[in-house]
């Protein structure tokens, strides 16, 4: 077996790993960057639809643990070192120009992802990391509770310093299969089961597969179970051949998992969240006393989109070819409802091929949020989304992926030296 000793060996050359293996050889460690696919950063090439939202400016450091939500303080020192701000400018360095969309949401100008690799790849050359691609890790072998070596096919790599960048579940595609948790389970972390995050939902009989395609800009969408909300947001939506995407619901999807665990739910969504319903019925009203002698069908299409107005008549079984002055107050009504609160039943969460992040995973307790040091094994790291760490759409997981990088990248960097 081949043994070659380096300071650092990075597994896992996703964005996380490629930031960390980046950074500490910038520091002068002897690094070496492992990666199972013939290239790097595979699934960077998919994000922000093809253009890479790689960071969000809308909120400062306080604001943006928040947003990414339970686990977010935990990120605290990596953002206040390495925030978007800094992600910004250490892209414009490699020469990636970036522009600030709606929302705070950082993309390349280019709209290419593939400049965020060549960049990345450009970093790692220029700070001497030795790259080794299409070698998959197979295990570790341990010593006296620390990592000797990563093993693969034909070699073992000795270092003094490991950094696990391996990804979550999601995406399996791309390269991220979960090895780093059953690893990480094997050097007697605790894992947080992993559960698909911001992934679409797949609602129950075939009644989206009419309204594909059809999306909304701000919506009221309403999680029930027996009759009780269980949650509530807002924002954008778009109905798919299967369910329902789009912000708002990918967002809400990790919760709406855990709601579905515990029995039958619906999702209810509110067409006009800005209007109270006796508003909205008195307009509806108005518009039917202007309109009396049209037929139901060729009125509707005026306050609701052609998708929705070809199914409405059929789900309230109103005669579509009814006159507006032979609609009864009853019918009406039901139709108000209908647009206050559209709703389907879920059937589930989409799972880890379509989710685009996976939550769970290392637990936080376990890793020193300054450094991204394990605190069970002395020379292990660990970076980005193998941790019990996930934000919501909007840049926010790959701001995870560079600051937890970057910072263990550094500490490992440190404490090779
Ligand atoms: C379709 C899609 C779009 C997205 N868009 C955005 C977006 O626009 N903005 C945003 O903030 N986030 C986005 N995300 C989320 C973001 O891409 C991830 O959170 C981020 O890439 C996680 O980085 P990581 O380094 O932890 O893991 P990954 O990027 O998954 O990298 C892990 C790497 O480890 C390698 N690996 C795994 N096992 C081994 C092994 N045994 N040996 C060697 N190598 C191994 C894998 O091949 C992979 O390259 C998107 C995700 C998806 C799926």
């Not at 339970?70 to 390495?82: K, T």
């Not at 006009?272 to 909205?280: K, M, R, T, V």
């Not at 009814?322 to 409802?337: G, P, W, Y």
């Amino acid at each position: 077996m081949n043994q070659k000793t380096f300071d650092i060996a990075v597994i896992g050359g996703g964005a996380s790993g490629m930031m960390a293996a980046g950074r500490a050889a910038e520091l002068g460690a002897k690094v070496v960057l492992i990666e199972k696919n013939i290239f790097l950063g595979k699934k960077l090439l998919m994000t922000g639809g093809g253009r890479c939202n790689i960071t969000n400016t809308s909120l400062d450091t306080d604001n943006l643990t928040e947003k990414i939500g339970r686990n977010g303080r935990f990120l605290f020192s990596s953002l206040r070192s390495f925030g978007p701000s800094e992600v910004i400018d250490f892209f414009k360095e490699l020469r990636v120009k970036t522009r600030v969309e709606e929302k705070g949401k950082v993309f390349t100008s280019s709209g290419r992802a593939s400049d965020i690799i060549d960049a990345l790849t450009i970093y790692l050359r220029r700070s001497g990391v030795e790259i080794i691609t299409g070698k998959e890790v197979l295990g570790f072998d341990m010593k006296d509770g620390m990592i000797e070596s990563v093993r693969m096919k034909d070699k073992n790599i000795s270092a003094k310093n490991f950094i696990l960048s391996t990804g979550g579940k999601s995406y399996p595609g791309t390269g991220s299969t979960g090895a780093g948790y059953f690893w990480a389970k094997d050097m007697r972390h605790t894992v947080v089961s992993p559960v698909p995050a911001l992934s679409p939902i797949k609602i129950k009989g075939n009644i989206t597969e009419r309204l594909q395609g059809l999306s909304f800009n701000d919506v009221s969408i309403r999680i029930m179970q027996d009759a009780n909300k269980k949650l509530e947001r807002r924002g954008e939506m778009i109905f798919t051949h299967f369910g329902l995407s789009g912000p708002a619901i990918l967002n809400m999807s990790k919760s709406i998992g855990e709601i579905l665990g515990k029995g039958k739910t619906s999702i209810e969504i509110d067409l006009h969240p800005d209007q109270g319903y006796d508003e909205l019925d008195k307009m509806i009203q108005d518009g039917f006393k202007d309109n009396s002698n049209k037929d139901l069908k060729n009125h509707i299409v005026d306050f609701m989109p052609d998708k929705l107005a070809a199914i409405v008549p059929g789900l309230l079984q109103i005669d579509p070819d009814k006159k507006i002055n032979l609609v009864t107050k009853d019918e009406r009504r039901r139709i108000t409802s209908l647009l206050k609160g559209f709703r389907l039943n879920i059937e589930s969460v989409m799972g880890f091929d379509a989710a685009m992040v996976t939550g769970g995973g290392v637990s936080l307790k376990e890793v020193d949020p300054r450094t991204m040091r394990s605190k069970i094994v002395g020379n292990l790291f660990l970076t980005g989304e193998i941790l019990d760490l996930d934000g919501p759409t909007g840049g926010y997981n790959l701001q995870i992926a560079w600051s937890t990088g970057r910072a263990a990248g550094e500490s490992a960097a440190n404490s090779s030296s």
